[in-house]
């Protein structure tokens, strides 16, 4: 299974770095969970882009709560993300907030700001498409803005490295 999840991340990494080779994505705007967030900030970085987190909460606490749950090698990868971020900040929250789904909205805000024509990519398994939370919602948010997402699929079963 270690290998599949190897090849696995391998074809996913290609995909992101040909979308944001083809598309000229010079900034990229979310948080840094373990699997497709860092997947997308490493390309990203490989590409000297920008790297702009938004975090719900202190570095130390979403580390806890959304990077090493997928394995303790999610954690040194997060660590240089964060490291070599243009920016990185933490979202303030209104009560009863999810704090998730508030910074996943204020990093579409700051996406937006700096280019109205801002594009989503999104990993995505279809699994959640009508949930309140997660890529599904993030999708649908993305699109009563006007913007357009570009769906890269992982398939229902895909488990990366649990370095």
Same mark, same amino acid.
């Given at each position: 299974?270690?290998?599949?999840?190897?090849?696995?991340?391998?074809?996913?990494?290609?995909? %992101?770095?040909?979308?944001?080779?083809?598309? !000229?994505?010079?900034?990229?705007?979310? *948080?840094?969970?373990? !699997?497709?967030?860092?997947?997308? *900030?490493? &390309?990203?970085?490989?590409?000297?882009?920008?790297?702009? +987190?938004?975090?719900?909460?202190?570095?130390?606490?979403?580390?806890? &709560?959304? +990077? &090493?749950?997928?394995? =303790? !090698?999610?954690?040194?990868?997060?660590?240089?993300?964060? =490291?070599?971020?243009?920016? +990185?900040?933490?979202?303030?929250?209104?009560?009863? &907030? $999810?704090?998730?789904?508030? *910074?996943?909205?204020?990093?579409?805000?700051?996406?937006?700001?700096?280019?109205?024509?801002?594009?989503?990519?999104?990993?995505?398994?279809?699994?959640?498409?009508?949930?309140?939370?997660?890529?599904?919602?993030? %999708?649908?948010?993305?699109?009563?803005?006007?913007?357009?997402?570009?769906?890269?699929?992982?398939?229902? $079963?895909?488990?990366?490295?649990?370095?």
């Amino acid at each position: 299974m270690f290998e599949t999840a190897q090849a696995e991340e391998a074809r996913l990494t290609s995909q %992101i770095m040909a979308c944001l080779e083809e598309h !000229g994505i010079t900034a990229g705007f979310g *948080a840094l969970a373990c !699997g497709a967030d860092i997947l997308v *900030a490493e &390309t990203l970085l490989r590409r000297s882009a920008e790297l702009h +987190v938004l975090l719900p909460f202190s570095p130390e606490r979403f580390a806890e &709560t959304s +990077v &090493t749950i997928g394995g =303790k !090698g999610w954690l040194p990868r997060y660590q240089d993300c964060l =490291k070599r971020a243009t920016s +990185v900040r933490t979202i303030p929250m209104e009560p009863d &907030t $999810n704090p998730y789904v508030a *910074a996943s909205q204020s990093a579409m805000a700051a996406a937006l700001a700096q280019d109205p024509q801002a594009l989503q990519i999104s990993l995505f398994d279809g699994m959640d498409a009508d949930s309140d939370v997660g890529t599904g919602s993030d %999708i649908a948010h993305w699109k009563s803005l006007g913007g357009r997402t570009i769906i890269i699929p992982t398939g229902p $079963n895909l488990r990366l490295p649990q370095m």
